[in-house]
Every structure is written in C-alpha cells, then in structure tokens.
C-alpha cells in the first residue's frame, strides 16, 4: 500500500534555482550600478570640458578685436594652445584647450574654433568643439 504523503517542505533543488535566479538579479543590478558611476563620471568630465573651454570664450570677449590674434596682447596665435593662466588651471588630466582660426585671421568677423582635448578615466581620449566669431565692432 502507498500512502500518500503530504509534502510540506522545501526541496535542494528548488532552493538551488532560488539561488540561480537571485545571483542573476543580483548581477544585472551590480552591472546597472557600476555603469551608472562610469557614465557619471563621463559627465562630470564633460561639464568640466565644457566650463573651460566657456571661461576661454569669456576671456576672448573681453579683448579688443585686433589682439585675439596676437599672443604678445594676450590672444592667440592660429592653432595655438591656451595657457592654463588664462582661466586658472586646468583640472582634467592632460587637458589642452586649442584656438584655431578656420578661415584665416584677416576676415570680419572672424570664426574661431575652440577644442578641448583631455584623457578621461581609464584612458579614454576625449575631445569636445566650440565655435564662434567675433565681429570688429563689438
């Protein structure tokens, strides 16, 4: 005669799906987790870029239209870099801000480019482009 028997616990193997489905969620949301602090990261460096090379902007309106491209009264030879006095220090790493001047120095208004290159985090080359121009008579 078999009798039945009412089951009324847990088996291995349930518990050992249990745990299977649990590790899964768990690393899908460590994943979620450390990817949020990488693109974080990634903004953080952009905003930065983007606060120097608006510092740089702000510096360049400020002088005379016929020195922006001289570098004796503070402006900037074509191609040439900024110096980090001019907006008081760079905070990415290996960060160069780069004036250029894409269709010469002698129209009006003149274009100027701006683009700031730096290493972000774990190497990563970055670059962000400005451009603008200036007129004589402002």
């Known amino acids: 005669m078999c009798r039945n028997i009412e089951r009324k616990s847990v088996t291995l193997v349930e518990l050992m799906i249990a745990v299977v489905i649990i590790l899964i969620a768990m690393v899908s949301l460590v994943s979620a987790f450390t990817a949020s602090f ?54 990415l790493e290996n960060e160069v801000i780069t004036v250029s001047y894409p269709q010469g120095v002698s129209v009006d208004p003149l274009a100027i480019q701006l683009v700031v290159t730096w290493n972000g985090r774990y190497g990563r080359n970055s670059s962000l482009t400005f451009r603008t121009a200036r007129a004589s008579g402002l």
Not at 65 to 85: A, K
């Open 38 to 91: 990488s693109l974080a990261a990634q903004a953080q460096e952009l905003s930065i870029a983007t606060d120097d090379l608006e510092d740089t902007l702000e510096y360049i309106r400020t002088l005379p239209f016929s020195d922006i491209t001289d570098p004796s009264d503070g402006g900037f030879n074509d191609g040439g870099t900024v110096n980090q006095t001019v907006i008081g220090g760079f905070l």
